[in-house]
């Protein structure tokens, strides 16, 4: 019994002593150390096209292709070599003119580009390769067509169009075949591109059993072209074909006609553009005129095709003119072999680019080893209404 109030009593005491005493929370445990945060990335792609002189609407129409692709790049979140990735569009005029593009090359290169989509001609495209071949950049064409660009050697070099081996010859067996042309005569424009697809497509019309009746040329820059057509006029052709762009193709028809000139009149994709009729005015019949553009897509394929056009007129207020579907096409290309390498270093991605399978609005995506897209198409048209026609896509 006095055991158990003495145990009462110290209890007690213990209990006062606890009262007088706040009790101590016990220590927080460490927060783990935060991973570091994995720096993005920015990477820089070029693009160059004639965006002043007189196919500027060709070049702008280049240049808005590839402002999608990047936009959309961008929204998509991607990630190379574990890093969030963010793309940056350079963008460069070369005005058609190869001096301005090398100009505008070297630009880039100085600016550490990754790759360069462009340029939009054969005249500007092939200096300009050198210069990127030299600096170890990739660089894809959307319509450079002269088959010199891809032939040069350089493993950086690639194309997303037909070239004009396969256009030129193509038109040059349609007119005879088709449209029944036993009189041809031939103009170009000094430049890689038109020289280049006229030469094709004279050795098409002789491959097929025509005849050239003549060959002249005139420049990029011509507006009058009367002493060449009064000349042609005498050998009575049955078909006119133009190697050049539409600027130059517009005037010269519009001549053809005040001259009494009947003949059809055929060009590669240089003309095969939505502004041809306006720049013709009334110099273009109903289906007088006829054009290649290097490139196509048919069956299931014109769904995304027809997309992209939709889409591209909402967002830029204008019609696709002909490439930009093929540099929107070549920006992603040049991405995804990037990502796919997990680097934007060229040495890096570019056996992932030489492996390129892709699925584009333009169709199937795969280079050779020249660097040349596998089974390019061509879409042969004419324009009905001032509107252009698809006659048919071959390959």
Do not use: W
Not at 148 to 168: C, I, N, S, W
Not at 245 to 257: F, I, N, R, S
């Amino acid at each position: 019994m006095q055991l158990n109030i003495k145990l009462a009593v110290i209890a007690a005491a213990v209990a006062l002593a606890a009262c007088g005493k706040k009790e101590e929370a016990p220590a927080p445990a460490a927060a783990p150390a935060a991973a570091p945060a994995v720096a993005a990335q920015v990477v820089k792609i070029g693009h160059v096209g004639p965006t002043s002189g007189a196919i500027a609407h060709l070049g702008k129409d280049n240049e808005n292709g590839a402002k999608m692709a990047i936009e959309e790049l961008n929204a998509a979140g991607l990630t190379m070599g574990g890093a969030p990735v963010t793309f940056e569009l350079l963008a460069e005029d070369d005005a058609a003119d190869p001096k301005q593009g090398t100009a505008a090359a070297t630009k880039l290169v100085d600016a550490k580009v990754a790759g360069v989509i462009g340029h939009l001609n054969s005249g500007t495209t092939i200096p300009a390769s050198q210069i990127y071949n030299d600096a170890g950049i990739p660089q894809i064409s959307p319509s450079a067509t002269n088959p010199k660009y891809t032939r040069q050697g350089y493993q950086g070099a690639f194309r997303v169009v037909a070239d004009d081996v396969h256009l030129g010859g193509t038109l040059g067996k349609y007119a005879v075949e088709t449209l029944k042309a036993k009189n041809v005569a031939v103009i170009d424009d000094r430049t890689a591109y038109g020289q280049g697809v006229a030469d094709e497509f004279e050795k098409g019309v002789k491959a097929a059993g025509g005849t050239v009746v003549g060959r002249e040329f005139t420049n990029d820059k011509a507006t009058d072209f009367n002493a060449i057509l009064t000349t042609l006029k005498a050998k009575k052709p049955d078909v006119v074909f133009f190697g050049g762009m539409d600027a130059v193709a517009g005037p010269m028809l519009k001549q053809m006609k005040q001259l009494g000139i009947n003949a059809k009149f055929m060009g590669g994709d240089g003309i095969c553009t939505s502004e041809l009729p306006k720049l013709a005015a009334d110099g273009m019949g109903e289906e007088t005129v006829f054009c290649a553009e290097a490139g196509g897509v048919e069956g299931e394929e014109k769904v995304g095709m027809d997309k992209f056009r939709t889409d591209f007129k909402n967002k830029f207020g204008v019609d696709v003119q002909v490439y930009a579907p093929y540099v929107y096409d070549a920006v992603k290309v040049m991405a995804n072999a990037m990502v796919t390498a997990g680097s934007a270093d060229p040495a890096k991605y570019l056996p992932a680019l030489k492996a390129t399978n892709y699925k584009g609005v333009t169709g199937k995506i795969e280079f050779d080893e020249k660097g040349d897209i596998k089974n390019g198409a061509l879409t042969l048209m004419t324009y009905k209404g001032g509107q252009r026609t698809t006659i048919a896509v071959i390959r």
